[in-house]
């Protein structure tokens, strides 16, 4: 069948439903009409999300608002604020915006209707335009033609009158919002703020830190760096208030107040990245000692607080002072992403005339950076981590020998141990002599981390009677244990610089010290693959060993058989500690 008569290119009101789906988090939405707001010169610019009461009684976030105080639009602009594909920066390079799609697929991601009011003169009224989803469909469906009307005066409905700016701006409001129902994208409207205050203080850092004011339901967002460079910060605030124990005024200070001191991150690389005419900046940095503390804290609530577990493995890109990506980026990674990795803020950033060489997409998230850079980006990293890596060893190991926290943290396992040990055959060792033996257990002590006298008897008496004592201590070599045989028991260190004992005892410690609700399915999938993994490789590693002996047979084949027996009796005793 021929078409007689032309038809429109865009079945707008479906095509518009169809664009709903543009997977926007609420955060990154709200994200575009901040950006649009900074780029109309705005000093400050207001969110609110406005609640009422679902179904069931529960909050939900049904209108939001977006007031800024920038330049404001003129008729004409504001009338094209609606209109997809209509943008005064189209394809700018020196802009945030350009693509002219942002405003209005951000809004619909999560809302149906869009409204604007706007003035560029302080004494002027207020010019207002809108286009509602729902008609828009309704008017398709009955044939009509969908336009966007000329904007006419409104002062708003007095509900909305407390959030307009006294001179000049821009109030949008997305109404009608249906995407934010309580189980589908946030578990309650106060979880959903909290997430949007902590996405948006990292996207506009370099804004916040500059002195512009982003405020959400009017609490004013510090700027949060992954890099813990940018000074008067959230995590300088949460460094702050831990060090101070909350004793002084420090502690229920607004949430606006900024830091009185700062805790920077070492930077380990500030380097120019180039491949072929493209460019950008790579910056690494190592948290600093009051948020790297000591071994193994990388997951508690002070750390949560300063955001460390989301900066495990991630990367921030940064566009024209915007931060567009903040996700784990494994693939480059070399060697894959390691536990301690979440202490290393890693950054890049760029401009908009290599955005097609990053893969920057209209929605302005996500990158996917072209294969040559990515490996380049691959090479820096893997010099930088290593070097982030071995500071990290380094200093944690200081601190372990100074204040020997690891002491104890076999005990429960080594006291049912014990327990069990009763009933299994008793220990042909002819131990060393009573000095000699006394000399053993001093430095068993001090290797815990016991140095003064009163402190080393404390130790040495509980100790006394386990025919077992297992403690994690820092020693040089790749030796992965270290056994001393006394007459009445063995004692077995543990090597916490060994690659065992940093990529799978540490991690899956911490994972079993945690509630079941603190952990993602994917970290103990992970923890779980790379527990076969390790003890998989610590048979082979064994049988390797074994095979150094040109009999071992005739040499390791009781201790072969002895050490199945016993692990059997014992994992038959011992079982769920704690
Ligand atoms: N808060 C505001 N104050 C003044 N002008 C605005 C404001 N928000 C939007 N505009 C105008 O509306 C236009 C359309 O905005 P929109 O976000 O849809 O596109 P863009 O910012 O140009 O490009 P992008 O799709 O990349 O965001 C902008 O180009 C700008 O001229
Ligand atoms: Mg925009």
Same mark, same amino acid.
């Given at each position: 069948?021929?078409?007689?008569?032309?038809?429109?290119?865009?079945?707008s009101?479906?095509?518009?439903?169809?664009?709903?789906?543009?997977?926007?988090?609420?955060?990154?939405?709200l994200?575009e009409?901040?950006?649009?707001?900074?780029?109309?010169?705005?000093?400050?610019?207001?969110?609110?999300?406005?609640?009422?009461?679902?179904?069931?009684?529960?909050?939900?976030?049904?209108?939001?608002?977006i007031?800024?105080?920038?330049?404001?639009?003129?008729?004409?602009?504001?009338?094209?604020?609606?209109?997809l594909?209509?943008?005064?920066?189209?394809?700018?390079?020196?802009?945030?915006?350009?693509?002219?799609?942002?405003?209005?697929l951000?809004?619909?991601?999560?809302?149906?209707?869009?409204?604007?009011?706007?003035?560029?003169?302080?004494?002027?009224?207020?010019?207002?335009?809108?286009?509602?989803?729902?008609?828009?469909?309704?008017?398709e469906?009955?044939?009509?033609?969908?336009?966007?009307?000329?904007?006419?005066?409104?002062?708003?409905?007095?509900?909305?009158?407390?959030?307009?700016?006294?001179?000049?701006?821009?109030?949008?409001?997305?109404?009608?919002?249906?995407r934010?129902?309580?189980?589908r994208?946030?578990?309650?409207?106060?979880?959903?703020r909290?997430?949007?205050?902590?996405?948006?203080?990292?996207?506009?850092?370099?804004?916040?830190?500059?002195?512009?004011?982003?405020?959400?339901?009017?609490?004013?967002?510090?700027?949060?760096d992954?890099?813990?460079?940018?000074?008067?910060?959230?995590?300088?605030?949460?460094?702050?208030?831990?060090?101070?124990?909350?004793?002084?005024?420090?502690?229920?200070?607004a949430?606006?107040?900024?830091?009185?001191?700062?805790?920077?991150?070492?930077?380990?690389?500030? *380097?120019?990245?180039? =491949?072929?005419? @493209?460019? %950008?900046r790579?910056?690494? /940095? #190592?948290?600093?000692?009051? !948020?790297?503390?000591?071994?193994?804290?990388?997951?508690?609530?002070?750390?949560?607080?300063?955001r460390v577990?989301?900066?495990w493995?991630?990367?921030?890109?940064?566009?024209?002072?915007?931060?567009?990506?903040?996700?784990?980026?494994?693939?480059?990674?070399?060697?894959?992403?390691?536990?301690?990795?979440?202490?290393?803020?890693?950054?890049?950033?760029?401009?908009?005339?290599?955005?097609?060489?990053?893969?920057?997409?209209?929605?302005k998230?996500?990158?996917?950076?072209?294969?040559?850079?990515?490996?380049?980006?691959?090479?820096?990293?893997?010099?930088?981590?290593?070097?982030?890596?071995?500071?990290?060893?380094?200093?944690?190991?200081?601190?372990?020998?100074?204040?020997?926290?690891?002491?104890? *943290?076999?005990?429960? =396992?080594?006291? @049912?141990? %014990?327990?069990?040990?009763? /009933? #299994?055959?008793k220990?042909? !060792?002819?131990?060393?002599?009573?000095?000699?033996?006394?000399?053993?257990?001093?430095?068993?002590?001090?290797?815990?981390?016991?140095?003064?006298?009163a402190?080393?008897?404390?130790?040495?008496?509980?100790?006394?009677?386990?025919?077992?004592?297992?403690?994690?201590?820092?020693?040089?070599?790749?030796?992965?244990?270290?056994?001393?045989?006394?007459?009445?028991?063995?004692?077995?260190?543990?090597?916490?610089?060994?690659?065992?004992?940093?990529?799978?005892?540490?991690?899956?410690?911490?994972?079993?010290?945690?509630?079941?609700?603190?952990?993602?399915?994917?970290?103990?999938?992970?923890?779980?693959?790379?527990?076969?993994?390790?003890l998989?490789?610590?048979?082979?590693?064994y049988g390797?060993?074994?095979?150094?002996?040109?009999?071992?047979?005739?040499?390791?084949?009781?201790?072969?058989?002895?050490?199945?027996?016993?692990?059997?009796?014992?994992?038959?005793?011992?079982?769920?500690?704690?």
């Amino acid at each position: 069948m021929k078409t007689k008569t032309g038809i429109p290119v865009i079945r707008s009101g479906q095509a518009l439903q169809s664009l709903r789906d543009s997977g926007y988090s609420l955060a990154a939405a709200l994200g575009e009409p901040v950006d649009n707001s900074l780029e109309a010169a705005a000093n400050n610019i207001d969110l609110w999300l406005l609640e009422e009461e679902g179904a069931n009684a529960k909050k939900r976030v049904h209108q939001i608002v977006i007031a800024d105080d920038g330049r404001g639009m003129d008729p004409e602009t504001l009338q094209h604020y609606l209109q997809l594909g209509f943008s005064t920066r189209y394809m700018s390079k020196k802009t945030i915006g350009k693509y002219g799609v942002g405003a209005k697929l951000a809004a619909l991601n999560f809302g149906r209707r869009i409204e604007v009011w706007s003035r560029t003169r302080d004494n002027e009224g207020w010019l207002y335009v809108r286009f509602d989803l729902d008609e828009a469909l309704a008017q398709e469906e009955n044939g009509e033609e969908i336009f966007i009307e000329e904007p006419n005066q409104s002062t708003g409905p007095p509900e909305l009158a407390e959030f307009f700016p006294r001179g000049s701006g821009t109030v949008v409001v997305w109404s009608k919002v249906d995407r934010l129902e309580e189980g589908r994208r946030a578990a309650d409207a106060n979880k959903l703020r909290v997430e949007v205050e902590k996405e948006l203080s990292r996207i506009f850092r370099y804004f916040l830190s500059g002195g512009i004011r982003i405020a959400v339901n009017g609490t004013d967002l510090l700027p949060h760096d992954p890099l813990l460079l940018m000074e008067g910060t959230w995590a300088d605030k949460v460094i702050e208030e831990s060090l101070d124990g909350g004793k002084s005024e420090g502690k229920g200070k607004a949430k606006t107040t900024r830091p009185d001191h700062h805790y920077p991150g070492t930077v380990l690389g500030d *380097e120019t990245i180039e =491949v072929g005419d @493209a460019q %950008a900046r790579l910056r690494v /940095t #190592l948290y600093p000692k009051e !948020v790297t503390r000591k071994r193994g804290l990388g997951g508690d609530k002070f750390a949560k607080a300063l955001r460390v577990p989301e900066n495990w493995g991630a990367i921030s890109f940064i566009r024209l002072d915007r931060e567009i990506n903040y996700t784990n980026v494994p693939r480059l990674f070399p060697g894959g992403v390691e536990w301690q990795d979440r202490f290393v803020g890693i950054e890049v950033s760029f401009t908009p005339d290599h955005d097609e060489f990053f893969g920057v997409r209209n929605v302005k998230r996500g990158v996917e950076p072209h294969e040559e850079f990515r490996a380049e980006m691959s090479k820096r990293l893997k010099k930088l981590l290593q070097a982030a890596r071995t500071q990290l060893e380094e200093r944690w190991g200081a601190v372990q020998r100074e204040d020997h926290d690891k002491d104890g *943290e076999h005990a429960p =396992v080594v006291e @049912a141990a %014990a327990e069990a040990n009763r /009933t #299994l055959p008793k220990p042909r !060792v002819k131990g060393p002599a009573p000095d000699e033996e006394k000399r053993i257990l001093d430095d068993l002590a001090t290797d815990v981390g016991r140095t003064n006298d009163a402190e080393k008897q404390v130790y040495l008496d509980r100790i006394k009677d386990q025919p077992f004592v297992v403690e994690s201590v820092d020693f040089p070599g790749t030796n992965f244990i270290d056994l001393q045989h006394l007459n009445d028991k063995v004692i077995i260190r543990l090597n916490t610089r060994h690659r065992f004992y940093r990529e799978l005892w540490e991690p899956v410690n911490e994972i079993a010290q945690r509630s079941a609700g603190a952990i993602s399915p994917e970290q103990a999938v992970q923890a779980a693959k790379r527990t076969i993994e390790a003890l998989t490789l610590l048979l082979i590693a064994y049988g390797k060993a074994e095979s150094m002996h040109e009999d071992p047979q005739e040499r390791y084949g009781e201790l072969r058989s002895y050490w199945g027996q016993f692990l059997d009796s014992l994992m038959g005793k011992v079982k769920n500690i704690k």
